[in-house]
């Protein structure tokens, strides 16, 4: 004799989908994904809502649903910090699908202070490849949760602004962000 199945009802169990929901800050739309306990990407501005949920699909393999509930708290931290009264998050990044170097510059890269930067270098010396400071930028331009770990505050190492993922404009965007934590760009 075969069991009848119990209909779940409710809300999913945290892991079990991807929510995503998006607000405008001062420096455009955000869009911002979870999976109930981790931010597993953050979009900028740029991205349109369906690029992002692209990436949302290729990044995992659970289902993907629109829920600007299910985010809220962590759009509440994210608005916090665009207003000056949060300098970190309470929240992590999922990076569980990245590699072991991925992880480590990602890693270090979110030590990084509000208010201070890092270069390349030290993201490569911190992973543990000192030689390996252009790898680290290239993990910098693919960080797949922007302001939650702080790519914006990694320079050259002359000083200069460099990098961040999508070319002039993103360094503008940079410099906007660097600025509102008082870092002269």
């Not at 890693?107 to 201070?116: C, D, T």
């Not at 990694?154 to 008082?182: N, Q, Y």
Request: contains cysteine; hydrophobic residues 35%; proline residues 6%.
């Amino acid at each position: 004799m075969m069991k009848k199945s119990k209909a779940t009802t409710g809300t999913p169990k945290p892991g079990a989908v991807v929510s995503y929901g998006s607000f405008d800050s001062p420096i455009g739309t955000i869009r911002v994904a979870s999976d109930g306990k981790n931010v597993v990407a953050l979009g900028l501005g740029s991205e349109s809502e369906r690029d992002f949920r692209n990436r949302l699909s290729s990044l995992t393999s659970r289902p993907v649903l629109r829920s600007d509930k299910a985010v809220k708290p962590i759009v509440a931290e994210l608005r916090q910090y665009f207003e000056g009264q949060r300098k970190s998050f309470t929240f992590s990044a999922d990076l569980s699908d990245l590699t072991s170097f991925q992880r480590k510059v990602l890693k270090a890269a979110a030590r990084i202070p509000y208010g201070q930067t890092r270069t390349y270098a030290w993201l490569a010396r911190q992973a543990k490849s000192p030689r390996a400071f252009r790898a680290a930028g290239q993990v910098m331009a693919r960080n797949p949760v922007p302001l939650i770990i702080p790519c914006h505050r990694v320079i050259g190492s002359s000083g200069d602004l460099c990098g961040f993922g999508g070319g002039t404009k993103a360094l503008s965007l940079k410099r906007k962000l660097l600025a509102m934590e008082g870092i002269p760009g």
